[in-house]
């Protein structure tokens, strides 16, 4: 059983178009996450979510809308795609009450062309 | 003051050899210092972490140094194995308004040859 699992693993698309990941994670954890990966292997958080409810959400582009339908899933859509959102994007989870490592999918690479 | 800075950025070792990667931080705040592995086409794992109160944890060949007064944390791999070729990240949490807050470093690229 996967623990954290993301869809689709790669996702190539046209600039202009709207996409969305689905992620969804089966261990009973209350926070989830959405990170981007750039080809420099960088790091970012994008947003958190804590039982549906949105705690995190650093500077990203309003074309980014996360959407948390229950606890065990986190789905991101994109609209009007650029050539600069190319990257692998990973969804993680944990428990909120902290601290306590982080579950990461095995990401979703978004090639924009 | 929310930076963690990691280095090197990439690191060729031996096998047999040890393989040492640095990081540091800034704020007092951080109680939990975790590794993370990943290998090409994977997402980062959890490999080890310490909470600032000791100063060494040991999982098999994987051992986590933490100096609190220099604010300094180091991952040594013993006896490296080609296996163990991958990127790594140290990091920093601390609980902010009632949830977790991670800071990643930037990432260690380790090549272990035969």
Do not use: M
């Given at each position: 059983d996967t623990a954290v699992s993301q869809t689709p693993k790669y996702l190539v698309t046209q600039m202009g178009n709207d996409k969305s990941i689905k992620c969804e994670q089966?261990?009973?954890?209350?926070t989830m996450y959405w990170y981007k990966q750039d080809s420099k292997k960088f790091l970012k958080i994008m947003f958190s979510y804590n039982n549906k409810e949105l705690i995190i959400n650093e500077t990203?582009?309003?074309?980014f809308s996360p959407k948390s339908p229950d606890k065990a899933h986190l789905n991101l859509h994109i609209n009007?795609?650029?050539?600069?959102?190319?990257a692998v994007y990973f969804c993680a989870s944990s428990h909120t009450a902290g601290p306590y490592g982080y579950t990461f999918g095995s990401g979703t690479r978004l090639t924009v062309v | 003051q929310q930076q963690v800075k990691q280095s090197p950025q990439s690191l060729i070792v031996q096998k047999g050899g040890i393989s040492i990667i640095n990081c540091a931080y800034?704020?007092?705040?951080?109680?939990y210092f975790p590794w993370y592995q990943q290998f090409p086409g994977k997402g980062p794992a959890l490999l080890i972490a310490i909470r600032p109160d000791v100063s060494e944890k040991k999982e098999g060949r994987f051992t986590i140094s933490f100096n609190k007064s220099a604010k300094q944390f180091s991952l040594h791999i013993m006896?490296?194995?080609?296996?163990?070729?991958a990127t790594y990240f140290c990091a920093a949490s601390l609980i902010s308004g009632g949830y977790q807050k991670v800071t990643f470093g930037t990432g260690t690229k380790l090549q272990v040859i035969p």
């Open positions: 089966n261990l009973g954890h209350d990203v582009p309003n074309r009007s795609l650029e050539l600069g959102d190319s | 800034e704020n007092t705040a951080f109680d006896d490296s194995q080609p296996g163990d070729s």
